[in-house]
């Protein structure tokens, strides 16, 4: 694997391909911008070495999200909102172009000089972007003579920018620091888990984590299942789970991973209770329960105590935890014990000498708003993608710099 490590940039301008997603608030202020952050080690490295950088992202889904005429909202979903955190965090001035392949916008990349920076506007303004659209790929390649990409986020996209770009810069491309990272760290999960391996998946949705899952039962030793999806589970088994979280049409398939969980010797623990609501509601009259027996009028929000001590424990003694997923409604004080113990665990069993991967999107956030970011030991960057991973599919963001 290449990384902006293994090259000296001196003279060469970089097309770099980067995450810049950042959640705005309603006057486009940027409320997180450890995207941002994330980046600032790859351009850093170029700009040292004497090498000036084209930056490319996406915002939003601008073409999902037209305005009410039908256009598309080139005030909203602009990268220009982003441009001034840029300039603050690189210490430096940079430059915008309005739109991503104008006349204008190569006048610019041409014109740039040594560490030199360019951002160029949001890439999905053209539906070519996200079609994969190789002629839009090959004059986006017009911007560098190198290309870097950093965006792990949208790695499990085969996108104009991420993917089909990369043929245009044969012997002349590789991963900037962040995706290089979250690829060795997924790939030592995958490939080189200390055992036991548990994996710890949650969220509200089995129809979502059905292929990770089939996937892991060949490589944990424990799929630890929590949050809404595990009352689809607990259906299954001819419970009652009240008005918890089910998804009907999924319940031969929680059959047959369970059935198939024990063929392959992997232990699929479920949660043995849980803390149910009257609503789902932050302040919502709450009780414990067992799972197979939850009162009508009643719903699973959050892992009861039994469980939070089986989970742990099971966490504690693993020598690699794979975390995707919160325990509960974990944004209600109410329903983030589950979560947070969870969190807690990992950490804990990281403190003396576990792997522990947290997936991106919930699990992240989770992490973060508990405090345990820096006492695991990696934190993924990109929810799809890692998810994506761990399915086994090949991520084309990734295929397309190696070959
Ligand atoms: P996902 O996007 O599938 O990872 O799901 C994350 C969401 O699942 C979070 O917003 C949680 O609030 C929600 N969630 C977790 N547990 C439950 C539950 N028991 N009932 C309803 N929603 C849940």
């Avoid at 409320?31 to 930056?55: H, M, Y």
């Avoid at 369970?258 to 392959?264: P, T, V, Y």
């Avoid at 935890?321 to 947070?340: A, D, R, S």
């Avoid at 992490?367 to 929810?383: E, H, L, R």
């Amino acid at each position: 694997m290449k990384t902006v490590a293994d090259f000296n940039f001196t003279g060469k301008k970089v097309l770099l391909r980067v995450d810049f997603n950042v959640p705005l608030d309603k006057q486009y202020n940027i409320t997180d911008d450890s995207r941002i952050r994330a980046a600032l080690p790859t351009i850093n490295k170029i700009l040292k070495d004497g090498g000036s950088v084209v930056l490319m992202s996406h915002l939003g889904r601008p073409l999902k999200k037209l305005k009410e005429d039908g256009s598309v909202d080139k005030e909203k979903f602009s990268l220009n909102h982003t441009l001034s955190r840029i300039s603050e965090l690189l210490g430096q001035n940079v430059m915008f172009s309005d739109d991503c392949i104008s006349e204008e916008a190569f006048q610019k990349s041409a014109g740039l000089k040594a560490s030199e920076v360019l951002l160029l506007e949001n890439l999905r303004f053209y539906k070519e972007e996200e079609k994969g659209n190789k002629e839009f790929a090959q004059k986006l390649s017009g911007h560098g003579n190198f290309y870097v990409n950093d965006a792990f986020g949208t790695a499990h996209r085969a996108h104009a920018s991420t993917a089909l770009i990369a043929e245009f810069f044969p012997g002349n491309k590789c991963f900037g620091y962040l995706m290089a990272a979250e690829i060795e760290n997924a790939e030592k999960v995958m490939f080189n888990a200390r055992k036991p391996f548990t994996a710890v998946m949650g969220g509200a949705k089995v129809s979502d984590k059905i292929l990770i899952i089939q996937n892991l039962l060949d490589k944990a030793d424990n799929i630890i299942i929590g949050g809404g999806m595990a009352y689809t589970f607990f259906k299954a088994m001819n419970g009652a789970i009240g008005s918890s979280l089910v998804e009907e049409d999924r319940l031969d398939l929680a059959r047959e991973l369970m059935q198939k969980a024990k063929e392959k010797n992997c232990k699929l623990i479920l949660p043995k209770d849980s803390v149910i609501a009257d609503k789902f509601d932050k302040d919502a009259n709450t009780g414990i329960s067992d799972n197979m027996s939850i009162a009508d009028g009643w719903m699973g929000l959050d892992i009861g105590p039994q469980a939070i001590k089986e989970f742990s424990e099971v966490i504690k003694s693993s020598g690699t935890v794979l975390w995707n997923g919160p325990m509960g409604v974990f944004e209600m004080q109410k329903f983030e014990q589950g979560t947070k113990a969870v969190a807690e665990a990992i950490a804990e069993a990281t403190s003396t000498g576990s792997y522990s991967l947290i997936g991106g999107g919930d699990s992240a956030a989770a992490v973060n708003q508990f405090g345990y970011a820096d006492k695991v030991s990696y934190v993924s960057t990109g929810g799809g993608a890692l998810l994506e991973f761990f399915e086994g599919k090949i991520l084309p963001g990734v295929e397309a710099v190696n070959n």
